[in-house]
């Protein structure tokens, strides 16, 4: 079965350091791959995402990602946290031409002035 | 702004009784979603329309329904309501010219008491 793993639970950075939140997913074959970010009493917001080609992704936000197949890893980094960007992440997977998203359980972050 | 609009964006009901959670989809998309998002279980994959027709359902209580109308807005019913079924219930919505991706709309509150 489909699934997406997000091992951190919370991050805690502070504020100008480098982040990077990891997720891996089980699939038999390439899916497509997302990246959402929830602020508090907010929605869901698109980061970022892949579905093919080069495997370095830029997204919103100044938040970039890179799908390693080898890994099975679509890991998002940030090279300069912003207090702002202090909300949950959300990996999703979804097989290539659908859009049955499977989603990791989050991952949040926590920003030290 | 994703262009998904949902209402009520709170609610708050006693154990037994029934709402209904309305959405309105981004411009032109075909498609919405619902999800559910609880501190125990995540987000969780509800059920899918497309132009009117249920396409796809995922976890969906039997005491949950939902129906896309000709307008293409989507409406959530939730029945004989428990505790647990208290969440953040999202709709989403995409189209043609999404890309693959989905769309969140900012949620709506349930609570039950």
């Known amino acids: 079965a489909q699934s997406v793993t997000q091992p951190d639970i919370h991050i805690t950075v502070s504020e100008g350091a480098s982040l990077e939140l990891r997720c891996n997913y089980s699939?038999?074959?390439?899916?497509?791959l997302f990246w959402y970010v929830q602020s508090p009493g907010q929605g869901l917001q698109l980061l970022l995402k892949y579905f093919s080609g080069d495997t370095l992704v830029q997204g919103i936000k100044g938040f970039e990602a890179e799908f390693k197949r080898s890994q099975s890893s679509f890991n998002l980094r940030k090279p300069s946290v912003h207090w702002s960007d202090a909300a949950e992440y959300f990996c999703a997977v979804a097989p290539s031409g659908t859009y049955k998203y499977i989603f990791g359980t989050g991952t949040r972050l926590k920003v030290l002035a | 702004d994703s262009g998904v609009t949902q209402t009520p964006k709170h609610l708050i009901t006693a154990t037994g009784q029934r709402v209904t959670l309305r959405c309105s989809p981004r411009s032109g998309d075909l498609s919405v979603y619902w999800y559910q998002q609880s501190l125990d279980q995540g987000l969780q994959f509800l059920i899918q329309y497309y132009n009117g027709e249920e396409r796809a359902k995922g976890n969906i209580l039997e005491r949950f329904s939902a129906q896309q109308f000709p307008d293409l807005h989507s409406e959530l019913n939730l029945s004989s309501l428990e505790l647990g079924d208290s969440a953040l219930y999202f709709c989403a919505s995409t189209g043609t010219g999404s890309g693959n991706t989905i769309y969140f709309g900012e949620g709506s509150w349930l609570t039950v008491v």
């Open positions: 699939y038999g074959a390439t899916p497509y």
